[in-house]
């Protein structure tokens, strides 16, 4: 295999880079020609842009702003609407589905169509929609628009292919659920009410048949007015007529009474025999007061009035709490016979549902849980223990438990370390709950055969971390550390809490993983960092605590100079960074009277600490204030097993930790780590005096006022266009913001620091918001005893690059076109027992640039990627192979060399919402998909690729998105998925016995089709509705229609089918006699035109 040769002599770092594809040969003598590089790239990429395909995968985590709720009692599923027109379906554990109108409208109301594998939406925008759930991923079949009037409540009695939809207006249409066309038959609100009424009764805020007979609609209007319609004999049976308002109605399983709820937070019972009252009035959280007159009480939102066989029967409802009570948490009140449990929930209930174990509204109930739907988490209630405990949810529903700040995402771990953090997280489970099974268990899942282990990383407000299974499209908590517990509380009152900038101050703002051994490294919005190890034993531990002063008082002015991308360089001096051990004090530290300085944020525990198994803090790094002025937060860090070493930097300059003997290395501003190197003319200013504040991380929105992606752009380069150009910080003016060159990206890795170095060294790579990419060599002593002891020497600045755009990622590949991992240490255990015979030392698994070729000095490639440009540099002859410019309009968020399809690309994700892949090493396009027009602060925040061609954001505050960009799991997606609809018997329903029956007390069956069909009905006008088809189709409609609903939809297609065959037939035969027509008409004109003609004349 050939591969790269010899890099001839004389190359210079500032040759412009080659164009994609056609690298130019150097001159023979070393001349300076044209733009010197390797004679031969022999690098054998494989991917093509077929090799990619952009599309979502799973959503995790509890629908944002739900508005609705429905359950299917025979297939067991749950559906959730939301305000942003998101349908969530979730049956057993792995089968969770996401489903999205695209207009976007709130979901107001769902209703399944029991055990036929469909579902019914009605949104705000007054549209119904029919979803098809026999596939993976259900789409729309049908769609229904209103146009003059406002749904507000639709009823779909079980087997029955007839929607009642109640409108703003009073009115009460009817739907075909096959055809999705509206029935002529309507009850109009001057109908239904008695004609000597003068006021409207409002809205339609009820639907429901009459257990005894399906041929009776109850009809309730928001006014308090409840009406009995006779659907056969068009006309009312009864008209109730109350002084409350009505929020819900409620049957009685026999179908003699009903109980509603109402404003007042009164419940009334209602009796068929004698309507002109009710027979009974409860305030269940009304108490009489001592002047005789009831408390009044808040809205009974809901109510529901459930029978059981064995016991009393069950009346559940949400509200009715007195007015007085203030502060108390919403409520979910269980009244079973005389017994009273007011359940209180962590927030607003939204909806509730009983779930019951049969279909059928004739028969007696016996329901057996709750599914209360809040506004930020889901619980169900056991029903049937007298405690009412709740099931344990196994959806991740608690990923908003304190708002995501920041995540990350590893595919393809050690497979051991999933049960391992699975086993320490199990032993802080909580406990209460009901023993019995998650009732909803709808659906089938398999795991797939395309798996393999994942871990998702979530950092959160409140300063905890939770580790997440996410292998197999799934989601499972694993484990949860709480990095605040290394700090002491902020006493109220005191002098520190009284000054912190945050709200949040242990908020996690990013997270560095070594999964191989196990080094945990978080950073903190306090300018503070954490080291930890993981130990599966307990230990009596001391943290190490230190504190750097990185504070730059000069102003690093850029002179007018427009070389932005061709700077001269000199070779780098030998001028060698000072190093500081502990405290470094930058030059005029001037600290005025009574302000701050040289001291931290927060405050570290000073004692020794039990701590548990799992990850156990090792070291805390913090940032001190400096003339009053908080320190700045920290923009980039990484953190390294093998060579024991942990890099941070912010906009003041860069620090370099030994956490193996716990000292400072290195502390310096940005500046003078270039030394004589600095591709701009930099000249110092007065020491700045205006403070900056921090930039809060607490809540994710749409609207954040700050933007940690907003790191200062180049001076020269065009002021971002986009959707972040609002975003800017109003504390810090533009020009000040430009002038701090910040530490955007850090890489440590084996490399070559100067052109002359023969063998790869351990480097520091450093990247900042002016675009320079910046290698610094280190000296680590090999043995361990030396390595503990002996200091960590680092050299002066090595190779400086220039880049368009802040530097966001670095990436190491070999001569063979493969990914260079960065060394690390194997894992183990800091806290397990001695062995006397075998003394514990350090493994060390090293990736040399050079270990898969044949001779040393042949170098590797660097991969450095920049808001606006990608380069690709050879090393050690820091010469440009390549360079793409990927975007212009916009700028790069976020992007990472990650494998794909047994090779490796560079991804990139755009503030303008695209998603770009480009090969390696010669940066060709590969992919360019516009994925998400309106990137917003959150998404931008939490955005992250990993290898196997995936990616994640929070989508919403509670949910996290995945999506894949590769081909291969596109295609492999369907068989990961889980299916929603399994075939079921529907089952049959009770034998009532002959008395019940000879009595009267059977449900009377009717034929709605004899009713509300076109031949009965007539057709609706056309101007009310508009159907449109959906995507779905005739082919959806074929595997939707089965059941009682379906033989009547399968009579319908076929005759569709028939009428269209004849169809396209009698057009065949029109088109035929047109044809015949025209050829005879042509005949015509051409015998009249030849008949006086000779035949001579031709």
């Known amino acids: 295999m050939k591969k790269f040769r010899k890099v001839l002599d004389g190359l210079t770092t500032s040759s412009p880079g080659v164009t994609i594809g056609s690298p130019s040969c150097g001159s023979a003598a070393g001349t300076p020609t044209a733009a010197p590089t390797p004679r031969e790239i022999d690098v054998q990429e494989t991917l093509v842009s077929e090799n990619f395909q952009l599309c979502k995968t799973v959503r995790h985590g509890f629908p944002y702003q739900p508005t609705a709720l429905a359950f299917d009692p025979v297939q067991k599923i749950l559906a959730i609407g939301s305000r942003t027109g998101g349908v969530r379906i979730l049956g057993r554990p792995g089968v969770d589905c996401y489903c999205q109108h695209e207009s976007g409208a709130a979901v107001l109301q769902l209703q399944?169509?029991?055990?036929?594998?469909?579902?019914?939406?009605?949104?705000?925008?007054?549209?119904?929609?029919?979803?098809?759930?026999?596939?993976?991923?259900?789409?729309?079949?049908?769609?229904?628009?209103?146009?003059?009037?406002?749904?507000?409540?639709?009823?779909?009695?079980?087997?029955?292919?007839?929607?009642?939809v109640g409108t703003e207006r009073g009115n009460t249409h009817i739907v075909?659920?096959?055809?999705?066309?509206?029935?002529g038959y309507v009850i109009m609100w001057n109908k239904a009410i008695e004609l000597s009424t003068k006021t409207h009764p409002g809205p339609v805020v009820h639907l429901s048949d009459s257990p005894k007979d399906e041929g009776k609609l109850l009809i309730g209007f928001e006014s308090g007015t409840v009406v009995q319609w006779d659907l056969r004999v068009k006309k009312a049976d009864f008209r109730i007529y109350y002084d409350e308002a009505i929020h819900s109605v409620s049957w009685h399983h026999e179908g003699k009474q009903f109980m509603c709820s109402h404003s007042d937070g009164s419940l009334t019972m209602w009796n068929l025999r004698n309507t002109t009252k009710p027979f009974q009035v409860t305030f269940p959280h009304g108490k009489i007061q001592k002047d005789g007159r009831k408390e009044s009480c808040k809205p009974i939102l809901k109510v529901e009035y459930k029978t059981s066989r064995n016991s009393e029967p069950f009346v559940i409802f949400s509200g009715g709490l007195s007015y007085?009570?203030?502060?108390?948490?919403?409520?979910?009140?269980?009244?079973?016979?005389?017994?009273?449990?007011?359940?209180?929930m962590d927030y607003p209930i939204v909806e509730f549902m009983v779930l019951c174990e049969t279909p059928y509204n004739n028969e007696v109930q016996e329901p057996y849980a709750v599914v209360v739907l809040l506004e930020k988490d889901l619980i169900v209630v056991d029903l049937t223990q007298s405690n009412f405990p709740v099931f344990e949810n196994p959806y991740p529903m608690d990923v908003h438990e304190s708002p995501v700040t920041c995540t990350a995402y590893f595919a393809d771990c050690p497979p051991d370390i999933i049960p391992i953090l699975y086993s320490i997280g199990a032993k802080h489970k909580k406990t209460g709950y009901s023993q019995k099974e998650w009732p909803i268990t709808g659906g089938t899942w398999t795991l797939g055969s395309h798996t393999y282990p994942e871990i998702i990383i979530t950092g959160h407000a409140d300063g905890s971390i939770k580790f997440w299974d996410a292998s197999a499209i799934t989601l499972q908590m694993l484990y949860k550390l709480k990095t605040s517990k290394v700090f002491e509380k902020p006493k109220p009152g005191e002098g520190r809490a009284a000054d912190l900038v945050e709200e949040d101050p242990f908020a996690v703002q990013m997270v560095s993983w070594c999964p191989q051994s196990r080094i945990f490294c978080v950073v903190g919005i306090s300018a503070h960092i954490i080291l930890y190890r993981f130990s599966k034993y307990d230990a009596n531990t001391q943290i190490v605590s230190l504190e750097v002063r990185l504070q730059c008082e000069a102003e690093d002015v850029i002179s007018p100079s427009e070389n932005e991308n061709n700077p001269c360089f000199s070779e780098p001096s030998s001028h060698s960074p000072q190093l500081h051990h502990q405290h470094p004090v930058s030059p005029g530290n001037r600290t005025p009277e009574g302000s701050k300085d040289s001291v931290p944020c927060l405050k570290v525990k000073d004692r020794v600490v039990r701590v548990p198994p799992g990850y156990q803090s090792e070291l805390v790094i913090q940032?001190?204030?400096?003339?009053?002025?908080?320190?700045?937060?920290?923009?980039?860090?990484?953190?390294?097993?093998?060579?024991?070493?942990?890099?941070?930097?912010?906009?003041?300059?860069?620090?370099v930790v030994d956490y193996l003997q716990k000292t400072i290395l290195l502390c310096m501003s940005t500046?003078?780590?270039?030394?004589?190197?600095?591709?701009?003319?930099?000249?110092?200013r007065s020491p700045r005096r205006n403070r900056q504040s921090t930039s809060g991380l607490t809540e994710l929105t749409d609207n954040q006022q700050s933007i940690d992606m907003e790191r200062s752009k180049s001076p020269t380069s065009e002021s971002r266009e986009n959707s972040f150009s609002r975003s800017r910080s109003s504390s810090v003016s533009s020009i000040d913001r430009d002038t701090k060159e910040a530490i955007t990206t850090l890489q440590f890795g084996e490399s070559y620091g100067r052109k002359s170095d023969a063998l790869p060294t351990p480097c520091l790579w450093v990247g900042t918001s002016l675009g320079v990419a910046l290698l610094i060599p280190m000296s680590i002593p090999t043995d361990q005893e030396e390595r503990m002891e002996e200091p960590v020497t680092i050299g002066p600045s090595g190779a400086v690059q220039m880049?368009?755009?802040?530097?966001?990622?670095?990436?190491?590949?070999?001569?063979?076109?493969?990914?260079?991992?960065?060394?690390?240490?194997?894992?183990?255990?800091?806290?397990a027992p001695e062995d006397p015979d075998r003394p514990r030392r350090r493994k060390l698994v090293h990736f040399s640039p050079s270990s898969s070729q044949d001779a040393y000095g042949e170098g590797h490639l660097a991969v450095v990627c920049s808001e606006r440009q990608a380069k690709i540099f050879l090393m050690p002859s820091q010469s440009c192979l390549y360079v793409h410019n990927i975007t212009e309009s916009s700028f790069v968020l976020r992007a990472d060399v990650v494998s794909v399809s047994n090779s490796v690309c560079l991804a990139c994700f755009c503030a303008n919402g695209h998603v770009m892949t480009l090969s390696l090493p010669s940066l060709r396009p590969l992919m360019d998909v516009n994925y998400l027009p309106l990137t917003d602060m959150r998404i931008a925040r939490t955005f992250c690729f990993t290898n196997g061609g995936q990616a994640l954001y929070l989508s919403s505050p509670t949910e996290i998105q995945r999506i894949t960009y590769s081909q291969e799991m596109c295609d492999n997606l369907q068989e990961m998925l889980g299916e929603l609809f399994t075939p079921i018997e529907t089952p049959e329903a009770q034998n009532r016995g002959f008395l019940k029956g000879f009595f009267g007390g059977n449900a009377q069956t009717f034929d709605r089709e004899e009713l509300f069909g076109e031949a009965a009905a007539g057709k609706a006008s056309r101007s009310l509705a508009q159907h449109i088809p959906g995507q779905g189709g005739m082919e959806g409609m074929k595997v939707a229609a089965s059941g009682v609903v379906g033989d009547l939809a399968r009579a319908r297609i076929a005759l569709d089918e028939r009428g269209q065959r004849l169809g396209e037939l009698e057009e065949r035969t029109?088109?035929?006699?047109?044809?015949?027509?025209?050829?005879?008409?042509?005949?015509?004109?051409?015998?009249?035109?030849?008949?006086d003609k000779k035949w001579y004349q031709f």
């Open 112 to 164: 399944f169509l029991i055990n036929e594998g469909a579902l019914v939406t009605a949104c705000a925008d007054d549209t119904l929609h029919l979803w098809n759930l026999r596939q993976r991923r259900p789409a729309i079949l049908h769609s229904l628009k209103f146009n003059r009037e406002r749904i507000t409540f639709c009823h779909l009695p079980f087997q029955s292919k007839w929607l009642y």
């Open 176 to 183: 075909n659920i096959e055809s999705f066309i509206l029935s």
């Open 324 to 344: 007085d009570k203030a502060g108390r948490r919403p409520t979910l009140t269980i009244m079973h016979g005389k017994a009273i449990t007011v359940l209180e």
């Open 623 to 655: 940032l001190l204030w400096v003339d009053g002025e908080p320190p700045q937060q920290i923009t980039s860090l990484d953190i390294n097993s093998a060579y024991g070493l942990l890099a941070f930097g912010n906009c003041n300059g860069l620090a």
């Open 671 to 684: 500046l003078d780590l270039y030394g004589a190197s600095d591709p701009y003319q930099r000249l110092t």
């Open 803 to 831: 880049l368009k755009g802040s530097v966001l990622r670095f990436g190491f590949l070999d001569c063979m076109g493969g990914i260079i991992q960065s060394p690390y240490e194997v894992w183990k255990d800091p806290n």
């Open 1070 to 1091: 029109a088109l035929m006699m047109t044809s015949a027509e025209t050829f005879s008409k042509h005949a015509h004109e051409l015998m009249l035109k030849c008949k």
